[in-house]
Antibody, heavy 121, light 108 residues
């Protein structure tokens, strides 16, 4: 059974960057999409993008292109989300979530990390 | 992008009753690429339904999903106390994989 563990909470200044990690254990890593979803305080869920590690090229929402980088390190089974030029409205809980089907971005997400709180202030 | 609109925003029911939650898409997503999630306070979302009608592993059979194209429904029969939460729909047919704004199911 796959388990996803994310890095700890971060407090950042506006204009700075943050890099959140998501380490997978207990299952296949490289061929499944690792997605990033964020949730601002009291708000709904927002899909940011995902990556299939063995393919390398992420599939990101256009809204975040240019400010968000999604990468993965197969050697450590870890995915990363980097957000630059942070603004106050980037304050949110950031979740990683794995897709159910190998080699497929267009599949549901059934295993989720515990979430990482990023506060921009 | 595909916009998902959930209704109602809040649903107040009692344990034992049936809940019917709706989600309408701004364009067709077929049925294969549609999911429902449950989220409780302080927790990550939990996948309930995918492919519009298939229950995820471990999801009780009182949860059922239906729909095709632009209109989808999540039905929860015989509400249990642990079912009171926020529910989100999601389409994963086209990028970005958008979510609805959520329906809060609260105890009446």
């Amino acid at each position: 059974q796959v388990h996803l563990v994310q890095s700890g909470a971060e407090v950042k200044k506006p204009g700075s960057s943050v890099k959140v990690s998501c380490k997978a254990s207990g299952g296949t890593f490289s061929s499944y999409a690792l997605n990033w979803v964020r949730q601002a305080p009291g708000q709904g869920l927002e899909w940011m993008g995902g990556i299939i590690p063995i393919l390398g090229s992420p599939n990101s929402a256009q809204k975040f292109q240019g400010r968000v980088t999604i990468t993965a390190d197969e050697s450590t089974s870890t995915a990363y989300l980097e957000v630059t030029s942070l603004r106050s409205d980037d304050t949110a809980v950031y979740y990683c979530a794995r897709g159910t089907t190998p080699w497929d971005y267009n599949c549901p997400m059934d295993v989720w990390g515990q979430g990482t709180t990023v506060t921009v202030s | 992008e595909i916009v998902l609109t959930q209704s109602p925003g809040t649903l107040s029911l009692s344990p034992g009753e049936r809940a019917t939650l709706s989600c309408r898409a701004s364009q067709s997503v077929g049925s294969t690429y549609f999911a429902w999630f449950q989220q409780k306070p302080g927790q990550a979302p939990r996948l309930l339904i995918y492919g519009a009608s298939t229950r995820a592993t471990g999801v009780p059979d009182r949860f059922s999903g239906s729909g095709f194209g632009t209109d989808f429904t999540l039905t929860i029969n015989r509400l249990e106390p642990e079912d009171f939460a926020v529910y989100y729909c999601q389409q994963y047919n086209m990028s970005p994989h958008t979510f609805g704004q959520g329906t809060k199911l609260e105890i009446k």
